[in-house]
């Protein structure tokens, strides 16, 4: 059977997708990519226009396409804009000839697998019936898409719906397209607030000229103090200054930092991604002796993550405005739950447009937010326009791809724990879901390289250079990574949420997809021992591997 020939999909064209395509391309496949915007690069192209990367460049690339000069002249120092971003992206697409094989305006309404029975594949012993990626070639995915068109010579959108059928589907759908609102007792919501309401993700998709004339001279006030949030209120406090201050309400402190902050000459986020790091730290399935390293090690991981606690506290005036989080560093770093400032976030607290305001609870009136304000009653916060950083619906935008129920149900684990790992092996494939992968949900610090690492691996699968073990053999292997996540979370005391985060051991997580690739884990080629323990790992590690 000539795999090259069968039809492979790829749901988004993001950073996963265009990875996803790349690699597949490589491999001899003339992959097709439905991307519902009108440009490659996802949320890259809807976002503030203050934003940029929270990474240096030299960490957010792809393995084997460094950063054009113009973008990122000194890649480990430089923090390129969200324009900048796009761009590269889109250099890379053009680069590889992944621009010629999307299809833009298109939005996959349902995916459904059409073979045999779901009782008979649920039965199956081997992934797909025998364990490669095509099957035995009884099963395709009927693809339900809404390709969007403007008549010629107006502006009026014209929608059509059409069915393809393909032998393979990769959902490269990300995990910010979804918006997750509080729901509020009756009388208490959003209804009865005269101004006007919306979530982060619709604020940051609007055009900037736009979003700046919504909040120009307006009271604002921001729900929330995760990265989306903090960058918000950033955006409308440089906007509006202190005349017109922004409201930051929340509920939680987070670990937000300066990336540019140096410790002692070494970067954190370089010392975190060598291997001497993840040796202090317990790993999924790691056997005896590197658990008993782990537990070794563990007072000096505590002791470092304490240093740099006390570095960042001295650096940032985070417990001057009450910001302090309620966890330790150590805590938040097993879930990777950090985030970067905002450029001059605390100078624009200190010079009055920004306000800081903790609660345990809000709900709106008809003039703003109403919070309770520690013990002495409730406050009113007056407001015009309220936008909601509350997060993202992640499990749900995957899982409402399917037409399937029992697919739904069990790709997200329905009825688990609300922040269960997905039940991925290698975080790629559900075991009991034929011919499909997944690339681009895990959690990550810097999320292209191993957002590529997992293409690069999905692309070994559809060449049949990667062979899978049995259903029970995969599915004890997605249970060893749903134990450690626990453990993490105990470790975290409960404090963040984790869901499929490989941030803590991206580095063994990428050693299991080199073998099974049929490629060498140890990456540092003529640096010795010292360089394989003690250099960070970074996306050029990675570039041999095709």
């Known amino acids: ?6 039809r492979v999909a790829i749901v988004g064209a993001g950073p996963s997708g265009l990875a996803a395509c790349k690699h597949a391309l490589a491999k001899g496949f003339r992959p097709v990519v439905f991307e519902s915007g009108a440009a490659v690069s996802g949320v890259w192209t809807r976002t503030l226009s ?8 030299a960490a957010f690339r792809f393995s084997d396409f460094p950063w054009p000069a113009e973008l990122a002249p000194e890649p480990e120092q430089s923090f390129p804009r969200h324009d900048e971003v796009a761009a590269y992206m889109t250099a890379y697409a053009r680069r590889f000839g992944v621009l010629d094989c999307v299809r833009f305006r298109s939005k996959v309404l349902a995916a459904e697998y059409v073979g045999p029975p779901e009782r008979e594949v649920a039965a199956w012993e081997r992934w797909s019936g025998n364990g490669e990626a095509f099957g035995d070639g009884s099963g395709e995915w009927q693809l339900t898409v809404q390709h969007a068109h403007e008549s010629e010579g107006t502006q009026v959108r014209i929608d059509t719906v059409q069915t393809y059928r393909f032998d393979f589907l990769v959902l490269c759908v990300g995990r910010y397209g979804v918006a997750k ?4 007792p009756e009388g208490r919501g959003p209804e009865v607030f005269h101004g006007r309401v919306l979530h982060s993700m619709d604020y940051s998709g ?5 979003a700046d004339e919504l909040i120009r001279g307006k009271r604002v006030v921001v729900v929330g103090s995760g990265k989306s949030g903090l960058d918000t209120v950033a955006q409308c406090a440089k906007i509006n200054g202190s005349k017109n201050p922004c409201t930051l309400i929340y509920r939680s402190n987070h670990w937000m930092v300066d990336a540019k902050l140096i410790w002692g000459g070494i970067s954190f986020g370089k010392l975190a991604m060598t291997r001497l790091s993840e040796l202090m730290v317990h790993k999924p399935g790691e056997g005896f002796f590197l658990s008993l390293l782990a537990t070794i090690f563990t007072p000096l991981r505590l002791l470092m993550a304490s240093l740099v606690e006390a570095y960042y506290k001295t650096q940032i005036p985070l417990q001057k405005h009450g910001m302090a989080p309620e966890c330790s560093f150590s805590q938040s770093i097993l879930g990777w739950r950090l985030g970067t400032l905002p450029e001059r976030f605390y100078d624009m607290v200190n010079e009055g447009s920004i306000q800081l305001t903790k609660t345990a609870a809000f709900s709106f009136c008809a003039d703003g937010l109403v919070h309770d304000d520690g013990g002495t009653g409730e406050r009113v916060v007056d407001a015009d326009v309220v936008i909601l950083a509350t997060g993202f619906d992640a499990d749900r935008l995957l899982s409402g791809v399917f037409a399937s129920p029992r ?3 069990i790709v997200v684990q329905a009825g688990g724990p609300s922040d269960a790992m997905l039940p991925l092996y290698r975080h790629c494939v559900h075991p009991r879901i034929p011919q499909m992968a997944v690339v681009g949900y ?3 610090a810097a ?3 191993p957002y590529e690492m997992m293409a690069k691996w999905v692309a070994h699968l559809l060449d049949g250079a990667v062979r899978l073990p049995g259903v029970a053999a995969m599915e004890r292997s997605v249970a060893e990574w749903e134990r450690w996540g626990r453990w993490a979370k105990r470790q975290s005391g409960g404090v963040f949420y984790l869901k499929s985060c490989i941030g803590a051991v991206t580095t063994w997580y990428h050693d299991q997809l080199c073998r099974d690739m049929g490629y060498s884990a140890r990456r540092k080629k003529g640096g010795g021992l010292l360089a394989e323990w003690l250099e960070p790992y970074g996306p050029a590690d990675y570039a041999s591997i095709q």
Not at 50 to 55: A, E, G, K, M, V
Not at 181 to 184: I, L, N, T
């Open 206 to 210: 609007m055009a900037h000229a736009d």
């Open 447 to 449: 999320s292209i390289y």
């Open 181 to 184: 609102v509080p729901k509020f």
């Open 50 to 57: 203050s934003t940029t990367l929270q990474t240096p460049a």
């Open 1 to 6: 059977m000539d795999v090259k020939n069968k």
């Open 442 to 444: 895990a959690e990550c």
């Open 407 to 409: 697919f739904r149900e």
